[in-house]
């Protein structure tokens, strides 16, 4: 764990010290305060600050004066003076005086978040850059990622070595694999962690919905847009964008992503002013882009843009050994938020699952064990807490057949028998999937 | 001799159902019982009039005022527009390991933004910004898992990236800090 980092807030006014340095403390950074320069300078020369924030107009030394002489003190403390006026002059005086920034009183929450980021960013930089030289990279707030197989650790291992670079990643696998949380650790493990992670899911929103919360839009650029409002792209800025079901934009959003992303600028839906922003791009899908681009539904361009890295997290039924990891991760997560005490699993059960090929993946075990939590007798989860209905018990899996048969039944309920949706999911054609319902007399469940 | 607890007061209406979910979510995350309590109190003291808003740092105070012997926190929930004197706005604020938190609903509506009202969303918003401050009054500081409820967020898209959970490292300070009372 990197230090603390300490600020010190000058200030004359009481009620501008206390609010800030309750803002920094919630933040976790060490605060100190002075009502004026004289005594800001004692505090500096008996111990070091990383960032010093400072009024510029304070009755006795003013702020700029204050600024030279910590400069000349040869101190490397970052400064950052705040005014009560826009006055552009001595801001710029205090810029050339070596502060790094300035703000206006009263201050945007965000612009003060993002000052001191990009501030703190700075001095962490320099401080790993110390440490970098014989340090070995470890993943760090990855907790949440369990799994111990060999698959799971080569997503780990892809993770760890792209979460430094800035480079765009797709992220495949089925439903439920756990692409979203591979995002979060990606970003949770790049130096862009201390700015927002900013999720999309593309899938859910139509085309001009899309359109204003990616790019945001100004007020009155169609009915009901009474205020300007930040697009996610703008959101995202010195942080990352995770654009989920990217297979799902419109050929329309895929021409202007790809603008987007080449050049890194975009204008609000009813603006006329380019906006940048420094975001890196991750995105996920559990379709196959690359037969979309074959058959023309996904522009090739934008697929080679957005397909630097790609990270593929395998389904489940690959990595069974992971499943009595994740059963234990479950019910501990489950039982604690349901305030119950822990319960165990018995050994049928957990076979029980071993043997199931989990076309829903993770995301299916998880509501699996949540469910016995709740219906279970409280003490140990057994196979009938488990929804392995009476035909899933006696002809338990044991051919191809059986499991084909399972996974397809599952898809076709998950896309409420929309053969459409459930061939493309599959990625077999229509009548193939027709002769399959036929073969197995596959029906709806009521 | 009754439990500590923490309470909720809410100022200005709020819907019975609206604070009922919030309690319970509350109790989910804390363990501790909620009691849900209304109060008069009179807003018009702490508008400020230049900036027409509501001044945070004094409502802050008010909300510790008003807590009770059995509480172990106070949250004050409001529904107006709140600023501290160096910040054009704020959701929320609480004492760093103390005893009070405040939370406004004012600037977490979509209406707010020019976008279609959705009530779920608010009521999750609002949740989350409650135990957000609740994480501050038991010790917690803003934490860096995308995905936990103490992240710090300055927009109300912020918010809607996070859970309404503590993430386990901020869990498991919560524990010590618990066990060391
Ligand atoms: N390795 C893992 N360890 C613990 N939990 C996991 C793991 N992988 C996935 N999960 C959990 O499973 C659920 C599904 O994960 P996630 O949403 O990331 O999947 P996904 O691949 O994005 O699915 P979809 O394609 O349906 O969006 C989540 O609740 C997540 O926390
Ligand atoms: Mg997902
Ligand atoms: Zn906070
Ligand atoms: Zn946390």
């Known amino acids: ?446 | 001799m009754t439990q500590p607890n923490i309470t909720l007061i809410s100022f200005g209406y709020f819907g019975k159902h609206f604070l009922e979910k919030i309690a319970e979510a509350v109790k989910l995350e804390y363990k501790y019982s909620v009691i849900i309590k209304e109060s008069h109190l009179d807003l018009s003291e702490f508008f400020d009039p230049g900036r027409r808003q509501y001044n945070g740092n004094k409502l802050l105070h008010a909300v510790n005022t008003l807590s009770m012997p059995q509480t172990l926190k106070t949250v004050g929930m409001f529904s107006v527009d709140l600023f501290i004197p160096i910040l054009t706005y704020i959701f929320g604020q609480a004492e760093l390991n103390g005893h009070s938190g405040i939370a406004s609903l004012y600037r977490l509506s979509n209406e707010r933004y020019g976008i279609a009202p959705d009530d779920k969303l608010l009521l999750e918003r609002f949740t989350k910004e409650v135990i957000h401050e609740l994480g501050h009054t038991f010790g917690l500081i803003h934490c860096m898992t995308p995905d936990c409820v103490m992240r710090s967020g300055t927009y109300v898209e912020d918010i809607d990236q996070k859970d309404q959970h503590l993430c386990h490292n901020c869990r498991r300070q919560l524990d010590a800090a618990d066990k060391a009372w």
């Open chain 1, 1 to 446: 764990m990197a230090r603390k980092i300490s600020i010190l807030v000058v200030d004359d006014e009481e009620s501008v010290r206390d609010s800030l340095s309750n803002w920094f403390i919630e933040d976790g950074y060490q605060v100190d305060c002075a009502e004026n320069a004289k005594k800001a300078l004692q505090l500096i020369e008996s111990s070091h600050f990383d960032i010093i924030l400072a009024d510029i107009k304070m009755p006795g030394m003013d702020g700029l004066e204050m600024l030279r002489r910590i400069k000349s003190l040869r101190n490397d403390s970052i400064v950052i003076v705040m005014t009560a006026f826009a006055s552009v002059n001595t801001a710029v005086m205090a810029l050339k005086d070596g502060a790094f920034d300035y703000v206006t009183k009263p201050f945007d929450p965000d612009d003060l978040s993002h000052l001191i980021r990009n501030a703190s960013k700075q001095i962490l930089l320099a401080q790993e850059n110390e440490t970098l030289k014989n340090k070995v990279i470890s993943l760090d707030n990855v907790e949440d990622l369990i799994g111990n197989s060999q698959a799971m650790k080569e997503v780990l291992k892809q993770v760890e070595s792209v979460a430094q670079s800035n480079s765009s990643v797709i992220i495949t696998g089925e439903s439920g694999t756990g692409k979203e949380l591979i995002a979060r650790a990606i970003h949770a493990n790049s130096s862009r962690k201390y700015y927002p992670l900013v999720s999309v899911h593309c899938g859910a929103l139509t085309e001009s919905l899309l359109e204003s919360e990616l790019f945001g839009h100004e007020k009155g650029a169609f009915t009901g847009a009474m205020y300007n409002r930040k697009g996610r792209f703008e959101m995202a800025d010195s942080g990352t964008i995770f654009l989920d079901e990217i297979a799902t934009i419109s050929p329309k959003m895929q021409i202007e992503l790809l603008r987007v992303l080449e050049t890194k600028s975009f204008v609000r839906v009813g603006g006329n002013k380019e906006t940048s922003s420094d975001f890196r791009v991750i995105c996920a899908t559990n379709r196959d882009l690359k037969s979309m681009v074959e058959q023309g539904t996904f522009r090739e361009d934008l697929y080679y843009r957005l397909n630097v890295v790609n990270i593929n997290v395998p389904p489940l039924r690959e990595r069974v050994e992971d499943i009595p990891l994740l059963v234990d991760y479950f019910i501990k997560k489950y039982c604690t938020t349901m305030n119950k005490p822990l319960i165990t699993i018995d050994d049928a059960a957990m076979q029980r699952l071993g043997e199931y090929p989990f076309p829903g993946n993770i995301r299916e075990l998880e509501n699996m064990i949540e469910r016995a939590i709740v219906i279970g007798n409280g003490k140990k989860i057994t196979l009938k807490d488990l929804p392995f209905g009476k035909d899933m018990i006696d002809n338990s899996i044991e051919s191809l057949d059986d499991f084909e048969k399972t996974f397809i039944r599952q898809i076709l309920n998950k896309y409420s028998w929309n053969i459409t949706r459930t061939a493309k999911a599959l990625k077999v054609d229509r009548v193939t999937l027709y002769n399959k319902i036929k073969k197995y007399d596959l029906k709806p469940d009521e």
